[in-house]
């Protein structure tokens, strides 16, 4: 199987002719988080059990990740934004005097439950899937939480909402792998979970009036959510439109092209850029479904390509492909053989390349000047001034994260009677160079 995947992607070079092939299948993202709905599947182990799948194949926290780290300009955005998120760091302000507080009892909890680290794991998850999820450990006689702990999102799986819409587990495995283990939660009510949390402990009586038995358990999940629209279970992110729209793919291919020409001795010709439903409709067409067969005639096809391609007696000659026009407006090609402009050595594709690193940064709302420079030899570069008052605006644009990031360390204050203390993120206010000094935090 992995020489069917090393098949679909290959350079071919006509000697006679000093002509470069390269053909490239690249996937098409537009519709890699497209579905149909939403799908229920039991808990391994626990067949009385159901779960949300996170996307049709249940593996899409994965797919986002891997499409995020197989380009700089997204995988850079995203440290940019957990980075400016943080801000000065987490800090408890005793509300009395407006500074950190100073009670010992506090601070020993957050050394010992390690914040710094759970706050940056708190933002990332945040950041690449618009919610978060945290587990509280009770003391023995359930007085006090002792621990929290972050879970990342990738690994959370919710329960079946019941009748009246309330999801009460979350399931913790290794879900891009058969998962051999699940850790399974209660999950505490999203809009009251301070609230639940007494309730269950029977600090406080039911909505019934009644106090009830105290729960024995001492261990639950809480999570926090940036809202969005369609999914119940888990966000949608706005920056999947880089994704659905298709700017990812112009910029990857963009890459392939210029990556392609600098491996190569001598200038890249044509790029053919091979949509993989191609290769799956030929195999199919033609009934081949043993693996070897199918490497041979997709290596077979791809020699057709190019021998179409390269030389001078091929010249005048079509091509017939089909294709279709999304809804948006952009042909979907099976094949697309271009021409490259080998004219231009160094700066192929420049504007091209400017424009959809522009674009990416768009989507993830953050200005290139923040990350450096834009790729290409006309990119703008702000003044100092500016970038002062692009950071400062920012930051200012994470304070809806920070009240919800925010939310289960309020829990644990009123939780643990810690009167008075709130938690806080101060932002960074960066300074000229009158004020002698290079920057300030500023309290929210």
């Not at 009644?210 to 949608?236: D, H, I, L, S, W």
Request: one cysteine or more.
């Amino acid at each position: 199987m992995q020489d069917l995947q090393k098949a679909l992607s290959a350079t071919y070079y006509d000697e006679a002719n000093d002509f470069y092939a390269e053909i490239q299948t690249v996937p098409d993202t537009t519709e890699t988080f497209d579905t149909e709905g939403q799908n229920f599947r039991p808990v391994p182990s626990m067949e009385n059990l159901s779960f949300a799948t996170w996307g049709d194949d249940n593996k899409r926290p994965y797919a986002i990740r891997d499409l995020i780290a197989g380009d700089e300009v997204t995988a850079q955005n995203k440290l940019t934004n957990i980075l400016t998120c943080y801000g000065a760091g987490l800090k408890f302000i005793d509300t009395t005097t407006a500074q950190p507080t100073t009670d010992e009892n506090l601070k020993r909890w957050a050394m010992s439950n390690a914040l710094p680290k759970y706050f940056l794991d708190q933002i990332t998850s945040m950041k690449y899937f618009y919610f978060s999820v945290c587990v509280f450990i009770l003391s023995n006689d359930g007085t006090r939480i002792n621990r929290i702990i972050h879970k990342d999102a990738a690994s959370c799986r919710f329960q079946k909402a019941d009748t009246v819409g309330r999801i009460r587990k979350v399931f913790f495995a290794d879900w891009e792998n058969s998962p051999r283990k699940v850790e399974t939660v209660t999950l505490l009510n999203e809009i009251d979970p301070l609230g639940d949390l007494e309730r269950r402990l029977g600090r406080t009586p039911r909505a019934d009036g009644r106090k009830g038995e105290p729960t024995k358990e001492r261990k639950f999940a809480m999570v926090v959510r940036f809202p969005t629209v369609t999914n119940p279970y888990y966000p949608t992110p706005y920056y999947l439109s880089i994704f659905r729209g298709g700017s990812y793919d112009e910029k990857r291919l963009i890459s392939v092209g210029k990556r392609a020409k600098l491996r190569n001795s001598s200038s890249l010709k044509f790029l053919i850029e091979v949509s993989r439903e191609y290769w799956k409709n030929l195999l199919a067409a033609e009934n081949i479904t043993d693996p070897v067969k199918q490497l041979e005639r997709i290596n077979r096809e791809k020699e057709n390509m190019k021998n179409f391609a390269l030389g001078i007696k091929n010249s005048g000659k079509v091509w017939v492909s089909g294709f279709y026009v999304s809804p948006d407006g952009k042909e979907q090609h099976d094949v697309k053989i271009t021409v490259v402009d080998t004219g231009k050595e160094g700066g192929d594709w420049a504007d091209e390349t400017t424009a959809a690193t522009n674009t990416l940064c768009y989507a993830d709302n953050v200005h290139p000047s923040l990350v450096g420079a834009v790729p290409g030899k006309s990119s703008m570069n702000n003044s100092g001034s500016d970038k002062r008052e692009l950071f400062t605006m920012k930051q200012a644009l994470e304070t809806a994260f920070h009240d919800i990031l925010l939310l289960p360390l309020q829990v644990v204050c009123y939780f643990n009677g810690w009167q008075n203390i709130e938690p806080s993120v101060p932002f960074i206010q960066l300074t000229t160079l009158d004020k002698h000094r290079d920057a300030k935090a500023v309290t929210t």
